[in-house]
């Protein structure tokens, strides 16, 4: 299984970005998707995940600029970024877990990373 990344680049302060990332191989299922990001010299951090059955975990930081969506039949997440702040930037992950493959084991997986960088 593999996560692939892409969206990420350069924007201005206030503009808006899209990332997406899909998830290809031997799935049966995945439980949640998600986006992590790392700011340099800062810890990974979660920005947000859904579930399968549509239940969001968002970052307050996210709340009403970065929103999170789904594709289940697609085994695909976006993140769509708006009023984008200096302190956005960061290189962002997408993560899947509980990843039901054909061996009946459940694993976790992220995708490579697509940084975000936010000029002021």
């Known amino acids: 299984v593999q996560l692939q990344a892409s969206g990420g680049g350069l924007v201005q302060a206030g503009g808006s970005l899209s990332l997406s990332c899909t998830a290809s191989g031997k799935i049966f299922s995945i439980g949640v998707m998600g986006w992590y990001r790392q700011a340099p010299g800062k810890q990974r951090e979660l920005v947000a995940s859904?579930?399968?059955?549509?239940?969001?975990t968002s970052a307050d930081y996210a709340k009403g600029r970065l929103t999170i969506s789904r594709d289940n039949a697609k085994n695909a997440v976006y993140l769509q970024m708006s009023k984008l702040k200096p302190e956005d930037t960061a290189v962002y992950y997408c993560?899947?877990?509980?990843?039901?493959?054909?061996?009946?084991?459940?694993?976790?997986?992220w995708g490579q990373g697509t940084l975000v960088t936010v000029s002021s």
């Open positions: 859904v579930a399968t059955g549509g239940i969001i």
């Open positions: 993560n899947a877990e509980s990843v039901w493959e054909p061996d009946s084991m459940f694993r976790e997986y």
